[in-house]
Every structure is written in structure tokens, then in C-alpha cells.
């Protein structure tokens, strides 16, 4: 079974920097393609940015050139930068495979960007 452990988050002025990570356990990390996902109160979950096993990176036109994606397939580890934060991008943010999700979903992370 898939574990997925996200960290990073909290409360950060707008134009602010965070940078999420997530651990995942139980699968052969390497070969997917990973996201980050977020889910704003009242709204959908939306995947924000995913990367794919071989490096190729896609991103939601609301974050491209603020977020940036990567992986660390030693440390089965994915992290998301995130710059210049504005209120909006407020969430929990959730890693994932992607852009079909394990099925199964971490805690998230809170990230709150407010003055």
C-alpha cells in the first residue's frame, strides 16, 4: 500500500516562498509520474503540477512560472518551490501520482497565504 507523507506547508505573507516536499513509501516511486494536487475550501481538487518519470514537467496555467516541480528518485521524494504566493493559491496541498492518482491520499499540507 502506497504512503504518501507531505510537509512544508504553513502561513505565509503574499509574494512569499514555500517549498512542499512528500515522502512516498510502498511503490517503485521511480517509474511514475508525480503531482501536486490542492484543494481550496468549497472547490475541487486540482492537479497543480506533475512530473513525469522521465523529467518532463507540466504545470496549471494559475501557478506556471511561480511553482516549480521536481523529484529525487533516491529519496523517493517530490517537492513542489512555490514563489510569489498569492492568496488564492491558499490549500491543502496533496502529492499524488499523476496524472492518475494511487487511489489513496496523504494528510496534505496546509499552506495559507494571507497578510
Known amino acids: 500500500q502506497v504512503q504518501l507523507v507531505e510537509s512544508g506547508g504553513g502561513l505565509v505573507q503574499p509574494g512569499g516562498s514555500l517549498r512542499l516536499s512528500c515522502v512516498i513509501s510502498?511503490?517503485?516511486?521511480?517509474?511514475?509520474?508525480m503531482g501536486w494536487y490542492r484543494q481550496a475550501p468549497g472547490k475541487q481538487r486540482e492537479l497543480v503540477a506533475y512530473?513525469?518519470?522521465?523529467?518532463?514537467?507540466n504545470y496549471a496555467d494559475s501557478v506556471k512560472g511561480r511553482f516549480s516541480i521536481s523529484r529525487d528518485n533516491a529519496k523517493n521524494t517530490v517537492y513542489l518551490q512555490m514563489n510569489s504566493l498569492k492568496p488564492e493559491d491558499t490549500a491543502v496541498y496533496y502529492c499524488?501520482?499523476?496524472?492518475?492518482?494511487?487511489?489513496?491520499w496523504g494528510q496534505g499540507t496546509q499552506v495559507t497565504v494571507s497578510s
Open positions: 512530473i513525469t518519470s522521465g523529467g518532463s514537467k
Open positions: 510502498g511503490s517503485i516511486f521511480s517509474i511514475y509520474g
Open positions: 499524488n501520482a499523476a496524472p492518475e492518482d494511487f487511489g489513496s
